[in-house]
């Protein structure tokens, strides 16, 4: 009764034959597309701000870059860090952003006599070694057993290890043929 009353009130109402005796509306499928985009939204509102999160970085640093006059050759980004090289001038920009702050740097590569990437680990029960702390660890010619150091990713900031791991690796291999060159 009420499918007729509709559909002699208003011709988006009408049902057209689908498959196997189903029947589906313009209303249904309005439904449909509404329901998926509320759960989608969501996840889509999180890769949004995580973009503008990795955009604000990369402008910061490409800004310092600017400053020194320089330009970024390489960058990578992730949601809270971002790190880019001049290849030309051998230097490493890097940022980082915690909470409302955003921290730029920069090192000159040719000044660094010594390079690692320090991955700690915890010894917490568990699945195998999960990393407490990942940071980049410069020492200079002139040092007095100063380190510059670089914290990628900490624990007790950060309770998620996302990506660190792999840029840690991929970044310290780069770092590393910067240095040697």
């Not at 029960?125 to 900490?154: H, M, Q, V």
Request: aromatic residues 10%; positive net charge.
């Amino acid at each position: 009764m009420l499918i007729m009353l509709l559909t002699t009130f208003h011709p988006y109402f009408t049902f057209t034959k689908i498959h196997n005796n189903m029947e589906t509306t313009t209303g249904t499928t309005i439904g449909i597309i509404a329901t998926i985009l509320i759960f989608a939204s969501p996840f889509l509102a999180m890769y949004i701000g995580r973009l503008h999160r990795e955009r604000k970085l990369l402008s910061s640093l490409k800004d310092m870059a600017a400053k020194n006059s320089s330009t970024i050759s390489r960058y990578e980004c992730l949601p809270d860090f971002a790190i880019g090289i001049d290849d030309s001038a051998g230097v490493l920009y890097f940022a980082r952003r915690e909470r409302t702050e955003t921290s730029c740097d920069s090192i000159n590569l040719k000044e660094i006599k010594r390079f690692k990437t320090d991955i700690i680990t915890g010894n917490g029960s568990g699945y195998g070694n999960i990393p407490e702390r990942i940071e980049f660890c410069f020492t200079t010619a002139n040092s007095n057993g100063n380190d510059i150091k670089i914290e990628l990713f900490n624990k007790n900031k950060k309770s998620q290890l996302t990506d660190e791991l792999q840029f840690a690796h991929k970044w310290s291999k780069e770092i590393s043929n910067l240095i040697k060159g």
